[in-house]
């Protein structure tokens, strides 16, 4: 007699795939004891798909989410939610990096620019923040494209970062304040080091020149000083083939 797991592993077309039933078994047994303090509130459908889902994960095997909702008999938002929770209590959460984001969504030209922006979030945000949120790094990538004039998709950025619309506008508007502030006062201040850097390159012009006029001097005088001995002593020897 087949299991409830075992008949939903078939019907989300995972039957055939090695070690997913075992995996799946395995994390629904380890959910069960480390979610024993923390009440699920989920009906088994949704939590055996949810265990397979993220078996599929870890053993990077293709899975269809929309089967998925279907058979979990959960919202799309509920279902993702649940997820997130799961992977906490599994302790299998990776939290996304711009890097991971921008590989995701094609991005990689903005990787750079994002990460100076994350930096400069990391060194004026408030104590209390949390930094290495994924919610920090979506914001960054967000605001990279926008500098940059590339289109990004905010639905698709969004789910990086675990949170909800309303949060999502309010971290969207807190990074605004701060590149206005700050990435302004960092133009200026690169600016203010080329300038400088200008400024020594064009001092150095001078003394090289210069050094390259006082070489100059030096060797005429040389050129002088041997015509004259030169001319000293053919004068010289002149006097002595007179006398």
Same mark, same amino acid.
């Given at each position: 007699? =087949?299991?409830?797991?075992?008949?939903?592993? $078939? #019907?989300?077309?995972?039957?055939?795939? @090695?070690n997913?039933?075992?995996? =799946?078994?395995?994390?629904l047994?380890?959910?069960?004891?480390?979610? =024993?303090?923390?009440?699920?509130?989920?009906?088994?459908?949704g939590?055996?798909?949810?265990?397979?889902d993220?078996?599929?994960? +870890?053993?990077?095997?293709?899975?269809?989410?929309?089967?998925?909702?279907?058979?979990?008999?959960l919202? %799309?938002?509920?279902?993702? *939610?649940?997820?997130?929770?799961?992977?906490?209590?599994?302790?299998?959460n990776?939290?996304?990096?711009? %890097?991971?984001?921008?590989?995701?969504? $094609?991005? *990689?030209?903005?990787?750079?620019?994002?990460?100076?922006?994350?930096?400069?979030?990391?060194?004026?945000?408030?104590?209390?923040?949390?930094?290495?949120?994924?919610?920090?790094?979506a914001?960054?990538?967000?605001?990279?494209?926008?500098l940059l004039?590339?289109?990004?998709? #905010?639905?698709?950025?969004?789910?990086?970062?675990?949170?909800? @619309?309303?949060?999502?506008q309010?971290?969207?508007?807190?990074?605004?304040?701060?590149?206005?502030?700050?990435?302004?006062?960092? *133009? +200026?201040?690169?600016?203010?080091?080329?300038?400088?850097f200008?400024?020594?390159?064009?001092?150095?012009?001078?003394s090289?020149k210069?050094?390259?006029?006082? %070489?100059?001097?030096?060797?005429?005088?040389?050129?002088?000083? $041997?015509?004259?001995?030169? =001319?000293?002593?053919?004068?010289? %020897?002149e006097?002595? *083939?007179?006398?």
């Amino acid at each position: 007699m =087949t299991t409830l797991v075992e008949q939903l592993i $078939s #019907k989300m077309g995972l039957g055939e795939e @090695p070690n997913v039933l075992e995996k =799946t078994t395995e994390l629904l047994r380890l959910l069960e004891l480390r979610s =024993t303090n923390v009440p699920l509130q989920i009906n088994e459908y949704g939590k055996i798909v949810l265990c397979a889902d993220i078996a599929c994960s +870890v053993l990077d095997i293709g899975f269809d989410k929309e089967q998925a909702l279907k058979l979990s008999a959960l919202r %799309k938002t509920h279902y993702a *939610n649940n997820k997130r929770m799961f992977e906490k209590l599994l302790e299998l959460n990776k939290l996304a990096s711009i %890097k991971d984001i921008c590989v995701q969504l $094609s991005l *990689n030209e903005v990787a750079h620019k994002a990460e100076d922006i994350l930096a400069m979030f990391k060194k004026f945000a408030r104590d209390d923040a949390d930094p290495d949120h994924p919610q920090y790094a979506a914001m960054a990538v967000f605001h990279a494209c926008r500098l940059l004039k590339k289109k990004v998709s #905010k639905p698709k950025l969004m789910p990086f970062s675990n949170l909800r @619309p309303t949060q999502w506008q309010q971290l969207e508007q807190q990074f605004e304040r701060l590149i206005a502030k700050h990435l302004k006062d960092l *133009n +200026v201040t690169t600016a203010g080091v080329k300038n400088k850097f200008t400024q020594q390159e064009e001092q150095n012009g001078l003394s090289k020149k210069q050094k390259s006029s006082e %070489k100059t001097e030096i060797e005429e005088y040389e050129k002088w000083k $041997s015509r004259m001995l030169a =001319t000293a002593e053919a004068k010289l %020897k002149e006097l002595e *083939n007179i006398a």
